[in-house]
């Protein structure tokens, strides 16, 4: 059992890292369009939808599509890296309490 959990830990810290080099490279394409046209907004922005579609499409509409991608790519990554984090604390804890046995 100890061993599973080891691996799966292992695993998962693997998976987030992945998934980091994975989005960073896809925002990063997006994030150089974006200031090459000189697109501004806040994290507010990000992670509100609706205050986005109200206050910052209407000034750049030609890069909305980039917008839009850049911000669900942020929001879809700090949702996965939550995940698993959390999933990484859980199993550590377990390992943790199996360790003391």
Known sequence: MYLLLVTLV????AAMLFLNLYFRIKVLK?????????VEFS???IMNPGVMEQEIIPKYPAQA???????SHIRYSIKMATVLIA????FGAILMYYRHE
């Open 30 to 38: 997006v994030y150089k369009k974006l200031v090459q046209a000189r």
């Open 65 to 71: 599509a980039d917008i839009r991608l850049f911000t």
């Open 10 to 13: 292992l695993g998962l810290f």
């Open 43 to 45: 994290a507010k922005h």
């Open 87 to 90: 999933l990484i604390t859980l």
